[in-house]
């Protein structure tokens, strides 16, 4: 009789570990957990009693839920671990997606409950973020309190292309953020629009890859923040400018953007002159304030030649 | 170059890298997986030995299993080929493709999953589903458009289309089992060999269970007269391959000598 194949999918220690399902998604779940715990950290101990007690009467209100948490509880040490997990699912979706968000987006995924322990909860779930995932928190515009979830490994464009989805908009964005720097931090449309079409990118023509290419950019890349545009002239031909968004400020670097530059024009950095000195000030200024993911050299070494435009140029 | 490999428990800058790169992957078959973990290594720690795939995948997972996140692996039910991906343990809604698609576009793929796990074969028609386009939550979608997210779908590997059908992809299955398994309990198929939630695969007419095609092809093996585990009526059905990896890479090889042979000569 042939052995039953048993599905490499499964654990191997077989489902005893009742990590199933969380509560369904919602607040009344975790407060369940802290009504059966019996240590819980003192610095939210007064908090901890007044959720105690308003679980009480969630359970009384709604006792199916009560039943569908015990079926399938999952240990956890404390509310605020749990949160901090819920808050890193979050922030883990926001670094596949490269949004930004802000604290209100981030309070309302921990629970507006939560809101004096919130600082707590952030801290632990980017200690983790880092321990773990080798990831940053970083502000990306002190006046709207938003920020995006950074890698601070310095992926390079290479590993950043070769991904399948939708990220080979960033070696796109790499190369337009070249662009810009090179012509003095300020591009024209035109200048865009002119290079690209060496690359076989242009405005209305839907692009393998990147879709059509001026929403990408003129839309996209802008409510993204990677891309600050500006109205240079108004009237019948109204004329555009880009420049470098906060995010892109933020997420790479003017040494970064001109080694993958250069590696588009089959030179090195130190060949362009004005923008390579600026981009060393910049290195050296941020190295001052202490951002080490940024513009490191040996990471970029690994950039593919092939990078964006190769690829693109053979559509 | 040197950098920060700070140890805590096991995880340094190789896994970290790892992580993140699967994750921007979304998912990836065993052959790349192997690939970027070799990467990894050779980014941070060129003179390590490369710990071996499972080793590597368990270490990484016992440092998630407090945020109930795993690394998972599953196979995909038309060819057995071993897939991966982060997969959130606590899912209980199609959240991942959330923020890629809209309201009602997230609407439509709840409709083609419903007509999926209820269907007999695991797949639904084109036209079934276009059907339902005035039903759906949100803005309203015209069919026209329904094609095109269908399409979309499909792109990014949520569904498979075959023949003008859609069933559910390898990854759709690793990453929404729990969610699947908890919103339809009665309409949802389980393999009877590995227990895992079924879509596509055989079933025995007798006695109606049913089995994955790879669990079919593994099972059967080395029988010359399959039969039924449960009834032990004969088997009806054709008895596909085992997924071997070997195979696949020569075969691979030989398709694409093959394609630069032709331009040649032009």
């Known amino acids: 009789m042939p052995r039953a194949h048993k599905n490499k999918g499964q654990k191997s220690k077989g489902r005893s570990r009742a990590k199933h399902h969380q509560a369904h998604g919602d607040s009344q779940g975790a407060q369940l957990s802290v009504v059966g715990q019996s240590a819980s950290p003192p610095s939210v101990q007064g908090s901890d009693l007044g959720a105690a007690s308003s679980d009480a009467r969630a359970v009384d209100e709604n006792p199916r839920a009560f039943q569908a948490e015990t079926y399938n509880q999952p240990i956890c040490k404390d509310a605020l671990t749990k949160k901090a997990s819920m808050l890193v699912e979050f922030l883990l979706e926001k670094f596949q997606k490269s949004e930004e968000f802000t604290d209100e987006d981030m309070l309302k995924v921990v629970n507006k409950k939560y809101k004096t322990q919130f600082s707590d909860i952030l801290r632990k779930s980017s200690s983790r973020m880092e321990m773990i995932f080798g990831m940053r928190l970083k502000k990306i515009n002190p006046n709207s309190q938003s920020y995006a979830i950074v890698s601070k490994l310095g992926l390079s464009t290479d590993e950043i292309l070769s991904g399948r989805r939708g990220l080979a908009k960033m070696g796109l964005l790499m190369t337009i953020l070249g662009l810009i720097f090179t012509k003095g931090n300020r591009a024209t449309e035109e200048d865009v629009w002119k290079f690209l079409g060496v690359l076989g990118v242009y405005a209305g023509k839907k692009h393998l890859i990147f879709g059509e290419p001026r929403k990408l950019i003129t839309k996209d890349l802008v409510e993204q923040n990677y891309l600050e545009i500006h109205k240079m002239s108004e009237g019948k031909s109204t004329k555009y400018e880009f420049l470098w968004g906060d995010r892109s400020h933020v997420e790479t670097s003017k040494m970064k953007v001109l080694e993958v530059w250069a590696r588009i024009n089959d030179t090195v950095p130190s060949f362009f002159p004005t923008p390579y000195e600026e981009a060393l000030k910049d290195q050296m200024e941020r190295a001052q304030q202490g951002s080490p993911a940024m513009g490191c050299p040996a990471a970029m070494a690994r950039v593919h030649p092939m990078c964006m435009c190769c690829s693109s140029s053979h559509k | ?266």
Request: hydrophobic fraction near 35%; aromatic fraction near 8%; charged fraction near 30%.
């Open chain 2, 1 to 266: 170059m040197q950098g920060s490999t700070r140890k805590v428990g096991a995880m340094t800058d190789v896994h970290r890298r790892f992580l993140q790169l699967l994750m921007t992957h979304g998912v990836l078959e065993e052959w790349e997986v192997r690939r970027l973990q070799n990467h990894c290594y050779k980014v941070h720690d060129r003179n390590a030995t490369v710990d071996k795939l499972e080793d590597f995948i368990n270490n990484i997972n016992s440092v998630l299993e407090s945020l109930y996140i795993e690394i998972k692996k599953g196979i995909t039910e038309d060819d057995g080929r071993p897939i991966y991906a982060l997969v959130n343990l606590s899912t209980t809604s199609v959240s991942k493709m959330a923020t890629d698609f809209a309201e009602n576009e997230l609407d439509l793929f709840r409709k083609a999953l419903e007509l999926i796990v209820d269907s007999e074969t695991g797949f639904a028609s084109s036209t079934n589903i276009l059907n339902l386009v005035d039903q759906l939550k949100g803005k309203k979608m015209r069919k026209k458009e329904a094609e095109q997210v269908l399409q979309k779908f499909v792109q990014s590997k949520w569904l498979i289309e075959k023949e003008g059908e859609f069933t559910l992809h390898g990854r759709a299955i690793l990453e929404m089992e729990q969610f699947i398994r908890e919103t339809y309990p009665d309409a949802v198929k389980i393999c009877n060999i590995c227990h895992g939630l079924l879509i596509q695969g055989q079933s025995c007419e007798t006695c109606g269970i049913r089995m994955h095609l790879p669990c079919v092809a593994k099972y059967f093996q080395s029988t010359s007269e399959p039969r039924c585990p449960h009834c032990n009526d004969f088997w009806p059905h054709d008895i596909p391959e085992v997924f071997d990896p070997e195979k696949e890479r020569e075969a691979g090889i030989s398709k694409s000598s093959r394609k630069s042979l032709r331009t040649r000569q032009h």
